[in-house]
């Protein structure tokens, strides 16, 4: 099916990468031949019915105006805040007050997602007028840890677990709306909010899991690095 309503793209990028234990902000990592998040900028950028990718940086960001996709005519950037929520919420913001009616949010430290699957999320919001993220049913026996223990206090019930990743689709004004109403006055948002799903699902709007391919990780933790490099490596060209 064609996709014949455009979607906008907010990228938070504004985060230190502390579990990373690197000299720079992760986003900024060499991952072959550029960094990190050229790689998952360059993922939005060339489908046809994305518009404009927002890249929300940090306030005191130094390195972002030095990447040569720093120009391209679909990026605008907005400053970030606190938390993720908080820059995803200031990208929302932007794209809420000029009207535009869905949105695709994307962790700019996932460089690895696959381009149909992006297209096919796209397809199935569009279709179903309805919110969707890529996701994938977990593999592994799924254990919860006693509080302050790591004695195993039970198994989680396995079916019906899924991974959340990133694209997470919506119609701007839910997601706004859905957002705003979990961050104080004084800006601190529920840290519960942990993706955009969390807070549409507090909201009461209707999220769908879409499966999307498991090479779609988070470069979160050192090794993850080399990971990455594998899977990009290994991409459909
Ligand atoms: N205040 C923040 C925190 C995170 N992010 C972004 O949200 C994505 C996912 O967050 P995470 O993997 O937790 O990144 P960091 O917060 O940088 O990692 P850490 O928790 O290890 O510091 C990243 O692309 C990160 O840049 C953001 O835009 N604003
Ligand atoms: C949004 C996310 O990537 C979905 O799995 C995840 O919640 C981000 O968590 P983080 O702790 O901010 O990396």
Not at 137 to 160: C, F, Q, W
Not at 185 to 196: F, L, W
Request: glycine fraction near 6%; proline fraction near 5%; include cysteine.
């Amino acid at each position: 099916m064609v996709i014949d309503h455009m979607f906008s793209v907010v990228i938070p990028a504004s985060g230190i990468g502390k579990r990373m234990q690197a000299e720079i902000p992760k986003q900024y990592l060499p991952l072959l031949d550029k960094s990190v998040l050229e790689h998952t900028i360059g993922c939005f950028t060339d489908l046809p019915f994305v518009d404009e990718v927002v890249v929300v940086i940090a306030q005191h960001d130094e390195m972002f105006n030095t990447l040569k996709i720093a120009n391209h005519p679909k990026i605008h950037k907005v400053i970030g805040g606190k938390e993720r929520a908080n820059s995803v919420f200031n990208g929302i913001k932007y794209l809420y007050e000029k009207g535009t009616q869905w949105v695709m949010v994307h962790d700019a430290a996932r460089p690895c997602v696959e381009q149909d699957d992006i297209v096919n999320l796209a397809q199935h919001c569009f279709t179903n007028k309805q919110a969707g993220i890529l996701g994938s049913p977990v593999r592994d026996t799924m254990k919860r840890a006693g509080s302050n223990s790591n004695l195993i206090e039970h198994t989680e019930e396995r079916n019906g677990l899924w991974h959340a990743f990133t694209p997470q689709c919506s119609n701007v004004s839910q997601l706004f709306q859905a957002l705003n109403s979990q961050i104080s006055t004084q800006g601190d948002i529920n840290p519960r909010v942990t993706d955009e799903a969390s807070a549409l699902e507090m909201a009461g709007f209707p999220v769908a899991l879409v499966n999307g391919s498991a090479k779609n990780i988070k470069i979160t933790q050192p090794e993850d690095l080399a990971l990455a490099e594998y899977y990009i490596k290994s991409k459909k060209q």
